[in-house]
């Protein structure tokens, strides 16, 4: 009787105890050059300093997008958050572009607030490379 007591509790202490801890994948790439520098994600403060900071986001992607016409770069950033079905939205997420000195020049939200020239932009521009993402599993 007392073994059952004792082990009882230590099952119970044992599923009390534990916690799911997120798992994260990451992908970087330093081989790409924009913004007339090599490696923007250790190069740019700004964009190392978004990167930590995002380090444990459900889902970061940055992107690197070139002018077809001008060649001038642009950095896309698209922050997305996990679902959750007490909100509304259930998933909000924030897609916006920046200059290569890290200011905010375009923006879609989940809200639906959009900067005039959105759609434009990415008729003129092309991806040229995803240089940084972090997803929860």
């Given at each position: ?87 509304s ?15 905010g020049?375009?923006?879609n ?29």
């Amino acid at each position: 009787m007392r073994k059952t007591i004792i082990c009882s509790l230590f099952t119970l202490l044992f599923f009390v105890g534990c916690k799911n801890e997120p798992q994260y994948s990451r992908f970087e790439n330093h081989n790409v050059s924009a913004c007339g520098i090599t490696d923007p994600l250790n190069n740019f403060p700004w964009l190392k300093a978004y990167c930590s900071e995002h380090y444990n986001s459900y889902s970061t992607t940055v992107s690197i997008y070139k002018n077809n016409t001008s060649g001038e770069n642009h950095i896309v950033i698209l922050n997305t958050s996990a679902e959750n079905r007490d909100r509304s939205p259930s998933i909000i997420w924030t897609h916006v572009v920046y200059t290569c000195e890290g200011v905010g020049i375009l923006f879609n939200y989940t809200e639906g607030t959009v900067s005039e020239g959105w759609d434009a932009f990415f008729l003129e521009n092309t991806l040229v490379a995803k240089i940084w993402e972090v997803t929860e599993n």
